[in-house]
């Protein structure tokens, strides 16, 4: 049986990014990436619906190790893509990666310290074992197999195509026909603008509003900063001006949630106009980052509002059509393309059937710990980025961390490591604090968070990053043991 120090799970943006930090300061460890699909990206190479881009700057979205150049701060798809393929070439990571290879099957044994693996190779139903004495998932928040879709009554009776996002036909034909995209968050108010200026009409019909925010997607100042620095100074400075400035801006909203209200929806008003029916379609009733922003480049939706190609309709869905949507209001949507951006599938831990000392996992009765590990869960480590800010830059210093773990494991003469609560850690949090509907789909059985530093998930970047960079990772509540 083939065997590892490490194995990562995933080679989209964490696991290259877990990949360099692993190779730079755990140089003596073997690993390998267990890649399921073909290529490295993940989402990026995953979703191909029209205008498919970030949605947080890509100067705390790129790599700490990499300066993202493009001076787009809000990328494409294709470009991040790139930048990807990029970053793993450079670094002499893709002969690293094993494609077309899937971990169906975790099984921890203590008395070894190790972890077999099951895992499937391309098209094959046969399970190969291999094992590893550290798990790394790096494999995202969401079901890459399926998105979230709502049984909605006659839906194998509309007679046009229907498309998830997530599955998005690259040959799609939308020229001059009716779509109406379901949804209100990044993804709708992303696909509504792209396919705008070549279809008939396109409608984004949401149950309810949600909160938008108009942004360039180049930064003068930005521009200025890289012109008179070099790439790898000027990168540096965009950073962490995007990092402080973004700590600010979420920590204001969060105390005071009505003043930005107030000033994101006038915000809309100012591209739409007084006449718009700004209460009914773009006023929420939750507070501001109980979801996440969404981010609208250069104004692009609106502009597509303002030129009638483009309209948004707030009501809820009775039935699918032949023809179309009828809404409980009685009004009917013609549709020739129903888009269905309803949402991800959240899932933890990579969909692997996981089993410590022969007992099952699981997840929803285990504490989180650093956002990365979990309550008596040995020498498996999960990345899980920022929901408040970039995800790599969370998934950044997950990898750093794992680094200095596991060579702190090696320096204490130790196999294995796994955070235990004592007494005094209630666990009873939510996993994390935002009411978005593919999160409290799967509450239930998501980890809980604790009543005390380190079991509660912070999402504050400079705290972690303090915390991981500058000071012991050893703590009261992390045990390290050998292998029996």
């Not at 046009?160 to 779509?179: A, C, F, M, R, S």
């Not at 023809?323 to 599938?345: C, K, M, Q, Y």
Request: charge should be negative.
């Amino acid at each position: 049986m083939q065997s590892y120090d490490v194995v990562i799970v995933g080679a989209g943006i964490s696991g290259i990014g877990a990949a360099y930090n692993l190779q730079k300061s755990c140089p003596a460890k073997s690993f390998t990436i267990f890649e399921g699909r073909e290529n490295i990206g993940g989402t990026w190479d995953l979703f191909k619906y029209p205008g498919i881009r970030s949605d947080s700057d890509m100067h705390t979205m790129g790599f700490r190790f990499k300066p993202w150049t493009d001076p787009k701060t809000i990328a494409d798809g294709p470009s991040i893509l790139e930048y990807l393929n990029e970053a793993a070439d450079e670094n002499n990571l893709r002969e690293k990666i094993q494609f077309k290879t899937k971990v169906k099957t975790a099984q921890w044994d203590s008395s070894s310290a190790t972890w077999r693996l099951g895992i499937e190779r391309g098209t094959s139903d046969q399970i190969e074992d291999i094992s590893c004495n550290v798990l790394y998932l790096c494999g995202g928040y969401y079901n890459y197999d399926q998105g979230y879709l709502p049984e909605f009554e006659g839906y194998d009776d509309f007679e046009g195509t229907i498309i998830h996002p997530q599955k998005w036909p690259e040959d799609l034909n939308y020229e001059n026909k009716k779509v109406v995209v379901i949804g209100s968050g990044a993804t709708a108010v992303t696909i509504v603008p792209a396919m705008a200026d070549k279809v008939s009409k396109i409608t984004m019909l949401q149950r309810s509003p949600t909160y938008y925010m108009s942004a360039p997607d180049q930064r003068a100042f930005d521009g200025f900063i890289k012109k008179v620095t070099t790439d790898k100074l000027g990168y540096f400075l965009i950073r962490w001006k995007n990092i402080l400035l973004g700590r600010f801006f979420v920590s204001q909203i969060k105390n005071k949630p009505e003043k930005w209200k107030n000033f994101l929806i006038n915000g809309v008003k100012e591209h739409l106009g007084e006449d718009y029916d700004i209460e009914k379609h773009f006023t929420p009733k939750y507070k501001p980052w109980d979801q996440r922003l969404c981010f609208v480049p250069n104004g692009d939706m609106f502009e597509a509002i303002n030129s009638g190609k483009a309209e948004v309709v707030t009501d809820t869905i009775d039935k699918f059509t032949k023809d179309g949507i009828l809404l409980n209001s009685g009004e009917v949507i013609d549709a020739d393309i129903i888009v269905t951006a309803t949402g991800l599938n959240m899932q933890l831990l990579n969909g692997i059937d996981i089993t410590i000392d022969n007992q099952k996992l699981d997840i929803s009765e285990r504490i989180q710990y650093k956002t990365m590990m979990f309550s008596d869960v040995p020498n498996l480590i999960a990345t899980f980025g920022y929901t408040t800010a970039s995800w790599t830059l969370g998934a950044d210093l997950t990898s750093e961390y794992a680094c200095k773990l596991i060579n702190l494991m090696d320096s204490k003469g130790m196999d294995y490591f796994y955070p235990e609560a004592g007494p005094d850690v209630e666990g009873n949090g939510d996993f994390l604090d935002l009411n978005s509907g593919y999160i409290q789909r799967v509450a239930d059985k998501l980890p809980k968070q604790g009543s005390r530093d380190p079991w509660i998930n912070t999402q504050n970047y400079l705290k972690d990053l303090f915390q991981v960079r500058f000071k012991s990772i050893e703590d009261s509540d992390l045990k390290f043991k050998k292998a029996s």
